[in-house]
């Protein structure tokens, strides 16, 4: 990481990275309150230390100690910030993702959809390709799922968060999505990160069920190389000896990963759980313990959905939810703010 003298020129900074890209390796730029950074990926054997320190404007040279290094706080020690739907990810405000398990059908999206608006939420989620445990569950509606998800965005303004299951699909599903879900079970699916790492949709990536926080942050650091800032990192449950939930939420890695990392920290109580009766609770836990948003399963017929439906708040459910999660937010000086319809 080449640290910039804090007096350093526009011309220094780019003379600094045309250096580093002329020898073959990656740059990126980050521009903190204090100071700005050059970090350097690729073979660092193309490049000496004393040298990069002899260009103007460099204050000095550090080798970033964490594995994971454009993600880890050592690079860049404010919090990322970006937009979906006018809310601010990764500052003081609290964003709400909730939607079905599932795209099931027209009907039960849009209705689906406006009850998220009604109660508060900021984004919409529904599963259009499914990683499902078995080949015989229900697979997902696949591209028509994605018509009906980009027509309740049209329709109610909300940003769409869906799932790309391979590097494939990218493209089809950034045509239709504000973010891309990366699923648990792919988290790992080092080609899958390279692709959304490439695109210029916002990413969520779900951290496996049986992945370290530091195995996580890995992963983020493949869609960060490619270019890709936009990250949101989600805790939803590891698979541990209790059997009372489907998963146990890793509380702790909440803290964890915020000291670790400036990306912003997501938490899904729905498959942390795995039951709608844990979800508030656990909700309000997330908030408490520092997440900056939540992501839930909702159902208008919970009793009826094709996947997850044990764990599927109601309308009603997820409304109560939101309130009791804006008392959290503000007894520790955050906010959940009120829906924008602007998309940025
Ligand atoms: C989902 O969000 O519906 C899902 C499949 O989540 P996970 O990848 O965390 O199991
Ligand atoms: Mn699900």
């Given at each position: ?62 080798r ?12 860049q ?43 508060g ?36 303004g ?52 049986s ?40 509380i ?18 729905s498959h ?25 399963e ?12 044990a ?34």
């Amino acid at each position: 990481m080449i640290v910039m003298r804090t007096n350093a020129t526009e011309e220094e900074i780019a003379g600094a990275i045309s250096y580093v890209e002329n020898r073959g390796l990656r740059a990126h730029l980050s521009r903190g309150a204090e100071r700005t950074v050059i970090g350097i990926v690729g073979d660092i054997r193309r490049v000496q230390k004393e040298a990069i320190e002899t260009l103007p404007g460099v204050d000095h040279v550090v080798r970033i100690s964490r594995p994971y290094k454009l993600a880890s706080r050592e690079f860049q020690p404010d919090n990322t910030e970006f937009n979906i739907n006018g809310v601010r990810v990764g500052s003081n405000q609290i964003l709400i993702i909730a939607g079905p398990c599932s795209v099931e059908s027209r009907e039960q999206l849009l209705e689906t959809a406006h009850a998220v608006r009604e109660a508060g939420g900021h984004a919409l989620r529904g599963g259009a390709f499914k990683p499902r445990t078995s080949p015989y569950a229900f697979q997902g509606m696949g591209e028509a799922g994605l018509e009906i998800l980009a027509e309740a965005r049209q329709i109610t303004g909300l940003p769409i968060v869906t799932e790309v299951m391979a590097p494939e699909q990218v493209p089809l599903v950034a045509k239709h999505a504000d973010v891309l879900q990366i699923g648990a079970r792919n988290m790992q699916n080092y080609n899958l990160l390279h692709a959304v790492g490439q695109t210029e949709r916002a990413v969520l990536l779900k951290r496996g069920m049986s992945a370290t926080a530091e195995e996580l942050l890995m992963a983020s650091e493949y869609v960060l190389s490619n270019g890709n800032r936009r990250v949101i990192l989600c805790e939803r449950g590891i698979r541990t000896f209790e059997t009372a939930t489907r998963n146990t939420t890793d509380i702790n890695a909440v803290p964890v990963l915020k000291s670790q990392t400036h990306l912003p920290v997501f938490l899904d109580p729905s498959h942390s759980t795995g039951k709608t009766e844990y979800v508030t609770a656990i909700a309000r836990a997330a908030v408490a313990a520092g997440a900056d948003g939540l992501i839930v399963e909702i159902h208008p017929h919970p009793e009826d959905a094709v996947s997850d439906g044990a764990q599927s708040m109601r309308p009603e459910q997820f409304a109560d939810m939101v309130r009791q999660v804006k008392a959290i937010a503000e007894a520790i000086g955050r906010t959940v703010p009120e829906h924008k319809r602007e998309i940025a």
